[in-house]
């Protein structure tokens, strides 16, 4: 039987979160999914039971279980699995396309796909496509694909594949009944790879860690707390860290109910929040101006909301003073994936006063700003890129060891960052090109390199514009090629089949050309100027 380690090595390990809970509080709801009850007791059963099937079937530490679900008490009972088993989950977005899925998957090497029912056609067209899979280096029938839950993965669990770090078979680590005893799971195993979006076309896996996990929890649990008697709704999607690491687990560290939803819709939030009482939620900007905008909302019982969280990106003045006349006291903070993610936290008494800030560092987090040009840190008020510190920052991106953090002053945010007298921090502008559409990060040059692949674009530039309703959107500037029929709805369409929906551009500009530097680089700022000077908030379609 696999249980909690309680050595010094293994003190902040989250496998055995449930099973403290379960002593605890066994019969209490841990999860409530579209009305199904998990209790602690069975949560914990299930979690351990799944473990010791894994470790008997060969899966070795370390070694990765990707993941296309939405939101579910199915994924929650796996990342617990893991977690006691030393292994880690990749959940994969299903918000991607077949051809990005297929990359994710080829880029963190797992040993079996796990997928619900829902998905089943997108994993099929993302791995059995040999177009597809076979460009990218994953033999369309070399990787097991199994269903979620009691009927799938925890009735039988297929024999891994072979992965590139896997050890011997008669490996020490390798599992299996014949194998010699495993290593107990550590503070710096890895727990989670989130994909996020970088500076380069590719999205990058980052490795979060037991200790990630535990020191972000525990931070979070300092200034947005949570307790045994609180009702979490969870609306955050499980392929973000946020669908985790902010709320969720720490819910299930304390004790409290989450109701997981798997979808955000308006009308529904609203009555879940008066008919299982919620207290607490997170969301991004355009989530509670949804909610906001919704005919219900005035007269909606939002009476056991106590407390909300927000990130992705500063509320608005007047959507702060809507939801602090309905009585529900807000959370402003800053974070990244990296960062496991919290990183700043402006507190609900700082938000009227402080509009627009991102707030203070966290509870073990320190931050400074440098100087982007002579990587100087900055002392008092001041502007620079924001650098992390702390035991909530990640272990590096997978397989790409020249990107663990080691910097001399921290973990480089790429944002630029704003001090003021009292230490309160105001997030300026990114150093990088992403923008945020909807809580989303997308890539410019992932776009551009979409666009550029069809035969009647000659160059292509993507810029981030502000929107009311989804914080930014996507518009881009092509050059077509002559004797090439095409026009902005073809293109749109393009984008459609080859990238997920909110990296889609909201609109396609022609132009006769990108503007550029003397090093061939585009000048997206001259880009944002002229549309800024003609051009009015854009609402963005989804």
């Given at each position: ?32 999914d ?25 899966y ?21 699995a ?68 009691r ?32 290593p ?28 990630n ?22 609306v955050?999607?499980q ?11 720490l ?15 308006a ?38 909301l ?7 990106a ?18 402003q ?32 987090v ?15 008020p ?36 704003e ?9 300026v ?72 929906r ?22 997206r ?6 549309w800024?000077?003609r051009?009015?908030t ?5």
């Amino acid at each position: 039987m696999i249980t909690p380690v309680r050595d010094r090595d293994g003190l902040h390990t989250l496998g055995r979160w449930t099973t403290d809970r379960a002593k605890a509080t066994p019969a209490r709801p841990a999860i409530d999914d579209r009305g199904v009850v998990l209790t602690y007791a069975e949560l914990d059963a299930r979690a351990g039971h799944l473990a010791e099937a894994l470790v008997a079937a060969g899966y070795a530490p370390g070694q990765r279980i990707a993941t296309l679900s939405g939101n579910s008490a199915d994924q929650v009972v796996l990342f617990f699995a893991c977690a006691k088993a030393g292994l880690v989950l990749v959940p994969l977005s299903w918000r991607l396309a077949p051809p990005e899925i297929a990359a994710q998957v080829a880029d963190c090497d797992p040993a079996v796909l796990v997928v619900e029912d829902e998905f089943s056609s997108l994993a099929a067209a993302a791995l059995e496509d040999p177009a597809v899979a076979g460009a990218i280096g994953l033999e369309p029938t070399g990787l097991p694909v199994v269903r979620f839950g009691r009927q799938g993965i925890e009735h039988g669990v297929p024999a891994p594949r072979p992965t590139l770090d896997a050890p011997d078979p008669g490996s020490p680590t390798a599992g299996g009944p014949s194998a010699t005893p495993r290593p107990p799971v550590a503070d710096d195993d890895p727990l989670l790879i989130i994909f996020t979006s970088g500076t380069q076309s590719r999205a990058r896996g980052a490795v979060l860690t037991h200790a990630n996990c535990f020191w972000t929890n525990l931070s979070l649990s300092r200034t947005a707390e949570v307790t045994s008697r609180d009702v979490v709704l969870a609306v955050m999607p499980q392929f973000h860290v946020g669908g985790w690491n902010i709320q969720p687990l720490l819910a299930w560290w304390m004790g409290a109910t989450v109701v997981l939803e798997r979808t955000f819709d308006a009308g529904r939030v609203l009555h879940l929040i008066e008919e299982r009482r919620i207290t607490t939620t997170m969301g991004v900007p355009a989530t509670y101006l949804m909610l906001s905008q919704h005919p219900g909302f005035e007269a909606a019982d939002l009476s056991s909301l106590r407390h909300a969280i927000v990130g992705g990106a500063p509320m608005p003045e007047p959507l702060l003073r809507t939801w602090h006349r309905r009585g529900v006291a807000l959370t402003q903070g800053y974070g990244l994936t990296e960062a496991a993610p919290n990183v700043l936290c402006l507190p609900p008494e700082e938000a009227t006063a402080r509009v627009g800030m991102a707030g203070t560092p966290y509870p073990h987090v320190e931050v400074d700003l440098v100087d982007p040009v002579t990587d100087e840190v900055l002392v008092g008020p001041g502007r620079g890129e924001l650098v992390v510190r702390g035991p909530n920052v990640f272990a590096g991106y997978f397989r790409q060891p020249a990107t663990r953090p080691g910097c001399r002053h921290g973990l480089h945010t790429g944002d630029l960052a704003e001090r003021d007298a009292d230490g309160y921090y105001r997030i300026v502008d990114r150093l990088t090109d992403l923008f945020i559409s909807g809580g989303e990060q997308v890539s410019p040059a992932e776009v551009e390199a979409v666009l550029l692949a069809h035969a009647g674009v000659a160059d292509a530039a993507v810029i981030g514009v502000p929107s009311a309703r989804w914080g930014e959107v996507g518009v881009a500037f092509v050059v077509l090629r002559d004797g090439v029929p095409t026009d902005a709805e073809d293109l749109l369409e393009h984008c459609r089949g080859r990238l997920a929906r909110f990296k889609v551009p909201s609109q396609v500009e022609v132009v006769t050309q990108v503007p550029r530097t003397s090093s061939d680089k585009i000048l997206r700022r001259a880009l944002a100027q002229e549309w800024r000077e003609r051009t009015p908030t854009q609402e963005g379609p989804r």
